[in-house]
């Protein structure tokens, strides 16, 4: 039986070296706007190993003719031993947007030439990256059009920046809405686009198509499934669900200044609270907030906890805090709301499937358990062949809002996050 998968192997300028014809085994995990992941084993004496030992080497995976995965060639490794396997790892290109930093100003170089050029701060937004090229006092700072906004910043960025052979699709304006944009100052550009694909829905895709040498990034529109699938219909193989009550409905916002001048913000999750009948309060900090006064305004009087009296700053520039507080309230409201989630293992039936006609990582899908159903995304899928095995494919279904795993991973994140915004605030 002819293998659905087919291995194509690239030097690090795209030419063709030829075809990986007999893996002994590969495993591929592909992931909804994340870095996918591969591995596959070769014997020591295949023809096409002094091409995947070269420095630079690609791949580009397809199933069932489809694009699977494409990256470079990384970490080969083997065993002394008479079978001479050699095994080399995979990473989605995908990689490009967590190796690359998001610059304030991607145009400007990072040491001063000038007296008076303002490198990586940006007059109108002090020190962060502005997601429109419109003036201060309009929608600078918001993303009204999510494909725009994450295409332009890998365009700055990995394009103009740095010349990766990175193509950016035309803009189609999917994902439209007025949300406020991330604070963003040298966040790899994965973490900088993470909050607009999440309110978006957009998929995002770096992938080499095979023939020209570039690679291209895109967004997509994921499907949803309108079948219910069932323990009944041999779809659901197992799975786990989980509910888990709000743990904030209210967020105190701690912004800048200092003990009687310090300002603070609340925002409430009203709908919640009156739906669980229960209030939970929670406290962040939000000193790197924007906070801009009118030219000419004595120090003396640039006091945050007024900020928001009528008349200490313009209405454009009070908005434009309010905006911020709020959106890191939101973001705390977001961690702690309730959550209904699932993770599932699915079988391959002639009416599911992946691939071509069938689902992809990013779609969502319904599952029914007890009469009650539970709608979530397919977030990453992993397909292997081995020759004792035979293909699989094992779709992972959301994440359990329980999950140990993912809770320590969201909360090093975090943390991670707040580490490094402190030291570029410095």
């Not at 030829?18 to 002994?24: R, T």
């Not at 000193?287 to 003396?300: A, C, K, L, S, V």
């Amino acid at each position: 039986m002819e293998s659905p998968f087919r291995i194509t192997v690239f030097g690090k300028d795209f030419s063709v070296r030829g075809i990986l014809g007999n893996p002994l085994s590969q495993s591929y995990t592909v992931r909804f706007n994340a870095v996918g992941t591969g591995e596959f084993e070769v014997s020591a004496t295949d023809p096409m190993l002094g091409f995947l030992y070269e420095s630079g080497a690609r791949v580009r995976v397809t199933y069932k003719g489809d694009h699977l995965i494409s990256g470079p060639v990384l970490h080969p490794s083997g065993d002394f031993n008479a079978d001479g396997v050699v095994r080399f790892q995979v990473e989605d290109d995908y990689r490009i947007l967590v190796n690359t930093l998001a610059f304030v100003e991607p145009e400007s170089p990072l040491t001063r030439t000038e007296v008076n050029f303002n490198l990586q701060v940006v007059v109108t937004n002090p020190g962060y990256y502005r997601w429109t090229n419109s003036s201060p006092n309009n929608d600078a700072f918001f993303v009204s059009d999510a494909e725009f906004a994450i295409k332009r910043i890998i365009s700055r960025n990995v394009v103009s920046r740095l010349q990766r052979p990175v193509t950016v699709a035309p803009n189609l304006s999917r994902g439209v809405g007025a949300q406020m944009g991330p604070l963003v100052r040298f966040d790899p550009i994965a973490e900088a686009v993470a909050p607009i694909l999440q309110w978006s829905g957009l998929a995002l895709r770096l992938s080499h198509n095979g023939v020209t040498p570039t690679i291209t990034a895109d967004v997509s529109v994921p499907t949803v499934h309108p079948q219910i699938l069932t323990v009944q219909s041999g779809i659901i193989q197992d799975g786990k669900w989980a509910k888990q009550n709000p743990t904030t409905t209210r967020v105190v916002v701690g912004g800048q200044g200092e003990v009687l001048n310090r300002l603070f913000w609340g925002v409430t999750a009203v709908p919640v609270e009156v739906e669980y009948g229960d209030i939970v309060e929670v406290f962040r900090d939000s000193t790197n907030n924007i906070m801009r006064w009118p030219d000419g305004t004595p120090e003396t009087s640039e006091i945050p906890e007024g900020f928001f009296v009528p008349g200490a700053s313009s209405v454009a520039f009070q908005n434009e805090a309010a905006a911020y507080l709020t959106n890191a309230a939101n973001k705390g409201l977001a961690e702690g709301a309730p959550k209904a989630s699932l993770s599932l293992t699915l079988s391959e039936t002639e009416t599911f499937f992946y691939g071509p006609g069938g689902y992809r990582e990013g779609d969502i899908i319904t599952a029914q358990s007890n009469g009650v159903n539970f709608t979530d995304r397919i977030t990453e899928c992993e397909l292997s062949e081995s020759v004792s095995a035979g293909v699989t494919v094992r779709p992972r279904v959301g994440g359990r809002a329980d999950d140990p795993d993912t809770i320590f991973a969201d909360a090093i994140n975090r943390l991670s996050r707040a580490q490094r915004r402190l030291s570029t605030d410095k």
